[in-house]
């Protein structure tokens, strides 16, 4: 099956650190990736849609010159978390997806961040 | 906007019985709905993807419903396990995917 890769796994550090944090699809090609963001014993909020080779699509609400995306290449796409702070303290999902509105998503590990 | 609302937000059961969870949307309007199942500090894994003109799908002792037109799915898990223990999350997909609110399964040994 389709698997995708995200790491690093658990991130902790300063305030004001930037963070960048990887979702690769391993084993096929993503036209499109999503990058969401969880709070404990919340689901999902989906924070941007990314599609390779161009700009990414954000959520409103969610600040595209903090939470920096880049879809490059068909299997990779990083999200920047640019001068964290602990308010950005969260647990971070990406998948990743073909453009096909039929097709179904395939989620990355994830990636626990903590700013202190 | 979508809405999508999982009932109930919590479930115990004792090991071996069958259960259901629930996953209601407002907007019919969807390419597909697709059932994951997430465990503390992990990802989603993906259990079953139901397309828009299906109406169930089976996996194992996993099978999913979906009534499009009332805005409604079910994922029945039969003769449940300790391992089924975990957060359950529905998500259909639109414009975008829209998560529902999760269940939180606790399979009692």
């Known amino acids: 099956g389709a698997v995708v890769s995200q790491h690093p796994s658990r991130v902790i550090c300063k305030s004001g650190t930037s963070v960048k944090i990887e979702c690769r699809s391993l084993?096929?090609?993503?036209?499109?990736m999503f990058w969401y963001r969880q709070f404990p014993k919340q689901s999902l909020m989906l924070m941007a849609t990314?599609?390779?080779?161009?700009?990414?699509?954000?959520e409103q609400g969610v600040e595209k010159d903090k939470f920096l995306i880049n879809h490059a290449s068909l299997t990779l796409s990083t999200l920047t978390v640019t001068s964290a702070h602990p308010e950005d303290s969260s647990f971070y999902i990406c998948?990743?997806?073909?453009?096909?509105?039929?097709?179904?998503?395939?989620f990355g590990d994830g990636t626990r961040l903590s700013i202190l | 906007k979508q809405e999508v609302t999982q009932i109930p937000a919590a479930l115990s059961v004792p090991e071996g019985e069958n259960l259901v969870l629930n996953c209601s949307f407002t907007?019919?309007?969807?390419?597909?709905l697709q059932w994951f199942r997430q465990d503390p500090g992990k990802g989603l894994t993906s259990l079953l993807l139901?397309?828009?003109?299906?109406r169930e799908q089976t996996s194992g002792r996993l099978n999913a419903s979906l009534d499009k037109s009332s805005g409604r799915s079910t994922l029945y898990i039969a003769a449940s396990q300790p391992g089924d223990s975990a957060t359950y999350l529905c998500?259909?997909?639109?414009?975008?995917?829209?998560f529902g609110t999760g269940t939180s399964l606790t399979v009692i040994p």
């Open positions: 139901i397309q828009s003109s299906q």
């Open positions: 990314s599609n390779e080779g161009s700009k990414a699509t954000y």
């Open positions: 998500a259909v997909r639109g414009n975008q995917f829209y």
């Open positions: 084993d096929f090609q993503a036209t499109t």
């Open positions: 907007d019919s309007a969807i390419y597909n």
């Open positions: 998948s990743a997806s073909w453009a096909d509105s039929n097709q179904p998503q395939h």
